[in-house]
């Protein structure tokens, strides 16, 4: 048999934490080595141990925090540490903001070569807890395992979300503090009631066991979705369960299954069966200029923006880019279910929305209708597929254009077609600063950058919006 040498352990002590970086890990600099530390926050002095080491950076992991940093604040969840959802907790909130700021400030700067003397400061969540419209928990039979802990073959397993980088192991959540109650109750609940009737939780890696997954979707306006997922058609074991939340939960408004036998967990693809309520939420948002708020039918499927107040803010920023003067044609790429689309409808002449899931595009339609707007039209497809001469042909030269698109930025062809399209005007939203910089730098070959406005949408993660108003340049 081949012995494998130890490895030998690196520690490092007393290093200071210099910055907040990629993934929402720390970093600290020690001889031109960069080393990635998760849940230290920046001016902590720390030991640390070496856990990987590349070319050119390392990850750590601290062993010891022996001056704490003035930014440290006391996490609120008594999962922080190991859950990788809120990694910024322990830093205080108005730092947050400045690394968030920064974060925008630099990838615009360093990789957009962009002039940000027209960033504005960024607007920050007024609530910084119970921000979230919707979790998915999963059910596992493996539960994650602390250091030294040793697996009990009788442990039923846990509830909770699966910890960063293993597939297959849940961390058990008592208490998240992301979304408002009774998100908590409805899944302690399920959990207890599950372990009392031996009902069996999930093995991802064998596909035994019977309860997958629950998906909680919540509106400002207090209608509850709960979407319970299992692997197969036991009604016996599956029917009860639903009846005692449905009794337990009367703020359940919408109580559904999905019977997923998949070795995945996505649902897209799988029929919804509503067990009591009704088939959808629906959430309000105020009009940018008053009146009766917007409806949004929600369902099971559809995507809806996670934090309900904030997206509110976000979309108000882009009305005051678009600067609408009720005869423009706008166009709204990558519009979801249509929610800016509807934001702008009653301010200018026409909209037309594109997007690539057709279920988003038929709730779009539908919620058009709701709102009681005509001058709504939405394409399902291919961003750089639909958007062509044809189109623009069809829907008429735009006057507007807004843009939401992936973490992953513009497809290179629909920058070339904005390009030739030259609209007077474009509102860029982003939620991945990196690459709006590098689509931003190709735009900027016609369009002069204004405004610059970053959105906290998820307070103690390391994401960041940024709404950026383009002008097509005179000197074109
Ligand atoms: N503007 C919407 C959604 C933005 S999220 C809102 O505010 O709610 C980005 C959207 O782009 C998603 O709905 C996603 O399905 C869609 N999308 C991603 N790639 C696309 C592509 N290649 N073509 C069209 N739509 C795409």
Redesign the pocket.
């Known amino acids: 048999m081949k012995m494998r040498k130890p490895k030998q352990e690196i520690v490092i002590n007393n290093v200071q934490v210099s910055d907040a970086g990629a993934e929402g890990k720390a970093i600290v600099r020690l001889d031109g080595m960069v080393i990635f530390v998760p849940f230290v926050v920046p001016g902590d002095t720390i030991d640390l141990k070496i856990i990987k080491k590349k070319k050119n950076y390392a990850e750590g992991r601290a062993i010891a925090i022996k001056q704490p940093s003035p930014l440290r604040v006391d996490a609120q969840c008594p999962h922080f540490g190991i859950c990788g959802g809120c990694k910024w907790q322990t830093l205080n909130y108005e730092a947050q903001l400045r690394y968030k700021q920064q974060q925008v400030k630099d990838n615009l700067e360093r990789l957009g070569h962009i002039d940000t003397t027209g960033m504005r400061p960024i607007c920050g969540s007024d609530n910084i807890f119970c921000y979230r419209n919707k979790l998915e928990f999963t059910f596992s039979s493996k539960r994650w395992l602390n250091e030294g802990e040793l697996r009990d073959e009788n442990d039923p397993g846990a509830v909770g979300f699966h910890v960063p980088t293993v597939f297959d192991k849940v961390l058990p959540i008592e208490h998240c503090v992301l979304q408002p109650e009774p998100s908590n109750r409805i899944r302690t609940a399920m959990r207890d009631y599950a372990l009392e009737h031996q009902i069996p939780f999930y093995d991802i890696r064998n596909h035994t066991g019977f309860l997958r997954n629950v998906v909680i979707r919540n509106t400002s306006t207090g209608q509850w979705m709960v979407i319970v997922i299992v692997a197969e058609q036991r009604d016996e074991l599956l029917l009860p369960m639903m009846e005692f939340l449905k009794k337990e939960f009367p703020e359940i408004t919408s109580l559904l299954y999905i019977i997923n036998s998949k070795f995945n967990d996505s649902y897209t693809d799988l029929d919804v069966v509503t067990f009591s309520g009704q088939s959808f939420i629906t959430e309000q948002m105020p009009r940018y200029q008053g009146g009766t708020p917007l409806q949004f039918r929600i369902n099971p499927k559809s995507?809806?923006?996670t934090n309900s107040e904030q997206?509110f803010k976000?979309?108000s920023f882009v009305a005051e880019f678009a600067e609408l003067k009720g005869d423009e044609n706008v166009y709204?790429?990558?519009?979801?279910?249509?929610?800016?689309a509807q934001f702008l409808a009653d301010m200018c002449r026409k909209v037309t929305g594109?997007?690539?899931?057709e279920e988003?595009i038929v709730d779009a339609r539908l919620n058009a209708k709701l709102n009681g707007f005509d001058n709504c039209t939405f394409y399902a497809?291919?961003?750089?597929?639909?958007l062509d001469d044809e189109f623009v042909k069809t829907n008429g030269h735009p006057d507007v254009v807004?843009t939401?698109?992936?973490r992953?930025g513009m497809?290179e062809k629909?920058v070339e077609q904005l390009l030739a399209i030259e609209a007077a005007r474009i509102v860029y939203?982003s939620?991945n600063p990196a690459t709006q910089a590098r689509d931003l730098q190709m735009l900027s070959a016609k369009y002069d950058i204004l405004r610059i406005q970053p959105v906290d949408m998820f307070p103690h993660t390391q994401h960041v919006e940024n709404v950026v108003e383009l002008i097509l340049s005179e000197k074109k």
Do not use: N, R, S, W
């Not at 594109?354 to 899931?357: D, K, P, T």
């Not at 497809?381 to 639909?386: E, F, I, N, Q, S």
């Open positions: 995507f809806y923006q997206a976000l979309y709204d790429l990558y519009t979801g279910t249509g929610t800016i594109v997007e690539y899931v988003a497809g291919d961003m750089a597929k639909v807004i939401d698109p992936p992953a497809h629909v939203v939620c």
